[in-house]
């Protein structure tokens, strides 16, 4: 059973930015898809990024141009860098990985973002 730790969440004032990261307990590699979903308060969970093996990046587009996932897969780490954060992306956040078309999605504990003022 594959493993995902989060950290990084907290609280942010709009404009200003958190670093989420996903440690991972096997290679990145094996996986057919990886990302990112938030749940925000009486919402649906939401896909905010994924990358598909071999595939390009892709966004929801309330975060484009603010938000960049990127995989370091010598430490089998996921990373979202979030600027400019509103507060309406104020949610739990997600990592997930897949491992085929035929699995579930496994998650990571979720961890806190909280903009506001």
């Known amino acids: 059973q594959v493993q995902l730790v989060e950290s990084g969440g907290g609280l942010v004032q709009p404009g200003g930015s958190l670093r989420l990261s996903c440690a991972v307990s096997?290679?990145?590699?094996?996986?057919?898809?990886v990302g990112w979903y938030r749940q925000a308060p009486g919402k649906q969970r939401e896909l905010v990024t994924y990358t598909p093996k071999g595939g390009s990046t892709t966004y929801t587009d309330s975060v484009k141009g603010r938000f960049t996932f990127s995989i370091d897969n010598a430490k089998n780490m996921m990373n979202l860098q979030m600027n400019n954060l509103k507060p309406d992306d104020t949610a739990v956040y997600y990592c997930?990985?897949?491992?085929?078309?035929?699995?579930?999605?496994?998650w990571g504990q979720g961890t806190q973002v909280t903009v506001s003022s």
């Open positions: 997930y990985v897949r491992r085929s078309i035929k699995t579930a999605n496994d």
């Open positions: 096997e290679s990145i590699f094996s996986f057919l898809s």
